[in-house]
């Protein structure tokens, strides 16, 4: 045996089909211990799919998976988990109605029914993991009140807490700060230099580059180029299919806008409270009717908040208004159909129904002509929602989800298009193509769109204006070509 | 709940149970006897919540169970006289097989699909017992010739500490280990099999629980009344009382089903003069408390006492 030998995980013609669909085929791929090996691939590519058929989660329909030299494939996923596997999941799934303690105090649990009483040392581990990730301040807490970077803490502290020898990690560092995204790194490292066997998967291919031993391109459910990250970046397929071209930027002046009456969207000293913490304190913004205007802020500044209050799901103080008409009293569902969308950060798809269910109940107050005619826009936008049309939502890669909520947010044909995170699991190629489909906005029709992001290489170039939010606070406005001089630190 | 440790909560128990021990110096045989079958629907509720709220179970039919284990009991009892002891183990032992039976689709289907085999599991049940009259005394019930005793305040002893230690054990396993990995796998199943624990069996595990608890319950409510009908331990209308019991004293907390339970049946007793409207007012007014206060009655309680 050559370098495979002591492998820990071992994977050889690996095939997956949901009905017609070849999610993964005849895929190969070894993750010697203390190797870091990333996967990439476009949205939909089968990444996750690779990683749910070695955890078994999902049956392979053929092919070979080995851990330590074991045959595992086709056993069920808590064999396998015992065999030294573990996985954190693309889209965190804490146990809602326990504490975060409680949700990593489980993952220390052994499989017994005749445990009635958890040795006293299990508590003083998960203390020790929680303190390891950056958890500690918030062990009493419930998940439903923690920003989203804590909750993917709560899937690193679960996977690392049953001392996994094959580690498979989906997407990390969606929606992380660059602060967060670094932290994680660190870790992912240590466990490597633990010895253990590490499968990455992620878009964000600096981070990845970074970390990895050896990467993996897939396209399509299969493997297109294997090597070193600066191999497979540089590999021809590889660039065209999933890097794509770097994004335009084209920032028009303020000045340039003409409201007629008042701006398109003015929010005026807004104040929001949860309780006795205060989400945002007299934030003043406005939006020019055409003009395009990005967020920035890290996770828990505001942006949500600030955007659920625009759009009527939130008590404030302050007033907001449309064309000069102020919003206070307007239900969130009349706003919406005045055409003030928001698409928002958690993907609220109806799991149950088709992409094409979806998208037509995104346009029902269309008439039919126009509900077909805005679809084919869309699936022109979005190829592979067109090929996706009969699939249960639910059953969607999570970048696929992604693109879902922005079309049906598209179907309604709002005049003010607010995205929360629309970047969040993103392809980089998917990213220009969304830029392109933004560009076209800004060109073909006199839509206005509010951007939330923290991904300021996404937020920059859509914007003719930039707002920075910090701790529930507006602290800077400018143009995007000078918000690197003055406002970028912690952001780039 | 939570803020409470699992040996001040069963230290708190027990000294309610003790002082219940003594209500026989005080209160009428009739009260008694209402609370004597309180205290065993309040097993059936609590062996109700460790199977839906714990392990994500959607069973519409408690009474399947309990009637599987009362029947049996009382059968063999009618036609062998056995020993008492032998006919209430032989009655949680069937009943544990039914709860083995019906985990098997639980295994396979979700949700309210689950519900559904349920439901239809009692009917059959329902449907044997008339069809089989010989053996089952059909639709005019099952006389069974002995009984536990005949002096009230013993059976409600024997019925209020049965409860305590069902109680106990039920309460104590929820708070375990064992509880934790048993509201993963209701939860979430996927996430509970990558995490190393095998889902099928914590669940069968569960329903086993479940089962003898509500089998031993039922058994030994037949040997209480001295008969056992349809009526009053098969009938969907007692399964939904059961569920009502357990949803009103608190989802997810073992104990409260206890509370729900002896509500229940004192508003039953408390409108009996409105006659056939009782039952509907009962309802109404169940109904109304789960609307206004979804953490149930323990809720309730232990929510006023944290304020304090
Ligand atoms: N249960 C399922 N039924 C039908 N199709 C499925 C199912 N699960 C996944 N798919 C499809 O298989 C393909 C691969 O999905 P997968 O989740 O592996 O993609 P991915 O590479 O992880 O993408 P992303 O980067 O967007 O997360 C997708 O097109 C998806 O729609
Ligand atoms: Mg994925």
């Known amino acids: 045996m050559s370098m495979a030998a002591g492998a820990h995980l071992e994977v050889k013609g690996l095939t997956k089909r949901f009905g017609g669909l070849v999610a993964v085929k005849e895929m190969a791929l070894s993750v010697r211990a203390g190797e870091i090996l990333g996967l990439i691939g476009p949205n939909g590519s089968g990444k996750s799919t690779v990683m749910k058929l070695i955890m078994g989660i999902e049956r392979p329909d053929a092919g070979s998976v080995r851990i330590n030299g074991v045959e595992v494939a086709g056993w069920p996923s808590h064999k396998i988990a015992r065999m030294g596997a573990g996985i954190v999941f693309q889209h965190s799934r804490p146990l809602h109605r326990q504490t975060v303690f409680e949700n990593i105090k489980l993952a220390l649990l052994p499989d017994k029914l005749t445990r009635l009483f958890a040795d006293p040392e299990i508590d003083e581990r998960v203390r020790a993991i929680a303190a390891r990730v950056g958890l500690s301040a918030v062990l009493d807490r419930r998940p439903a009140t923690l920003p989203f970077a804590d909750l993917r803490k709560i899937e690193i502290a679960k996977a690392i807490a049953r001392d996994p020898q094959v580690l498979l990690i989906d997407e990390p560092f969606a929606g992380l700060t660059s602060k967060d995204t670094a932290a994680f790194s660190e870790l992912i490292c240590e466990l490597r230099d633990d010895g253990r066997a590490v499968l990455l998967v992620d878009h964000n291919v600096k981070s990845v580059a970074r970390l990895v031993d050896r990467v993996l391109a897939m396209y399509v ?40 009456i008042a701006p398109f969207l003015a929010v005026e000293n807004v104040s929001v409270h ?65 055409g003030i969308v928001q698409c928002p950060e958690g993907r609220e798809l109806f799991t149950d129904m088709t992409v094409r ?11 039919p002509a126009e509900c077909a005619n805005q679809i084919g826009w869309l699936f022109d936008l979005f190829p592979i929602l067109h090929d996706r049309q009969k699939q249960a939502a639910g059953t969607l890669s999570g970048g696929e989800q992604q693109m879902l909520t922005i079309a049906r947010a598209l179907m309604m044909k ?79 | 709940m939570r803020s409470f440790s699992t040996a001040r909560v069963l230290l708190f128990a027990l000294g309610v149970i003790v002082l219940a021990s003594f209500l026989p110096l005080g209160v009428s045989g009739y009260i008694l006897g209402l609370l004597t079958i ?249 109904l109304i408390v789960v609307l206004l206060f979804p953490n149930g009655l323990l809720g309730l309680l232990t929510g006023t006492k944290e304020n304090i």
């Open chain 1, 221 to 260: 459910g299969e493997c297109i180029a294997e090597g070193t990250a600066d191999e497979v970046m540089r590999n021809e397929t590889v660039r065209r299919v999933y890097l794509g071209g770097s994004i335009e930027t084209a920032a028009r002046p303020e000045s340039s806008f003409r409201d007629s």
């Open chain 1, 274 to 338: 949860y309780g006795k913490a205060q989400a945002l304190e007299n934030v003043s913004i406005h939006v020019h009717a055409g003009e395009f205007v990005s967020v920035v802020g890290l996770n828990g500044a505001g942006k949500t908040t600030l955007f659920n209050t625009v759009s009527g799901f939130l008590p404030y103080s302050g007033d907001i208004r449309r064309e000069g008409a102020s919003l206070r009293g307007l239900t969130a569902a009349t706003i919406a159909r005045n």
């Open chain 2, 38 to 286: 309180a205290y065993y629907f309040g097993v059936f509720a609590m062996s109700w919540d460790l199977l839906f709220g714990f392990a994500g179970e959607v069973n519409f039919g408690p009474t399947f169970l309990i009637g599987t284990g009362a029947y049996a009991a009382g059968i063999l009892d009618n036609l062998y006289q056995l020993p008492i002891w032998i006919c209430l183990v032989a009655g949680a032992l069937a009943a544990v097989i039914g709860g083995v039976v019906l985990a098997l689709p639980a295994l396979r289907v979700r949700g309210p699909y689950f519900g559904l085999t349920t439901l239809v599991a009692v009917l059959m049940l329902q449907n044997f017992i008339v069809v089989a009259a010989g053996l089952t005394g059909g639709e005019i019930g099952l006389v069974v010739p002995d009984v536990i005793s005949v002096s009230d305040t013993t059976n409600y002893e024997i019925a209020l500490w049965f409860m305590a230690i069902s109680g106990a054990i039920l309460f104590s396993l929820s708070r375990s280990p064992v509880g934790l990995i048993l509201q993963a796998s209701g939860q979430d199943a996927v996430q509970a099999g990558a995490l190393g624990f095998n889902v099928t069996k914590h669940k069968l595990a569960a329903f086993i629980i479940s089962a003898f608890f509500s089998g031993l319950a039922g058994a030994l409510m037949v040997f209480y009344l001295g008969t056992a009908s349809v009526g009053t331990l098969v009938d969907i209308t007692v399964g939904v009382q059961i569920i009502i019991a357990a949803v009103l004293g608190g989802r997810r907390t073992i104990l409260g089903a206890v509370l729900g339970a002896i509500f229940l049946i004192a508003m039953s007793e408390a409108l009996r003069p409105l006659g056939d409207l009782s039952n509907f007012v009962v309802f109404a007014i169940a």
């Open chain 1, 414 to 492: 709002p005049k003010l298009l607010i995205l929360d995170e629309p970047t969040l699991g993103l392809a980089p190629v998917i990213l220009e193509q969304l830029s392109k489909a933004l560009e076209r906005l800004r060109q073909t029709s006199a839509i206005s769109v509010l951007l939330g992001e923290q991904n300021v290489t996404f937020a920059l170039p859509h914007a003719d204006r930039v707002y920075v939010l910090e701790h529930a606070r507006i602290v800077w406005e400018g143009e995007p070509a000078r918000f690197a001089a003055e406002a970028g630190t912690g952001y780039l």
């Open chain 1, 357 to 367: 269910e979806n998208l037509d109940l995104g346009g029902h107050h269309l008439s």
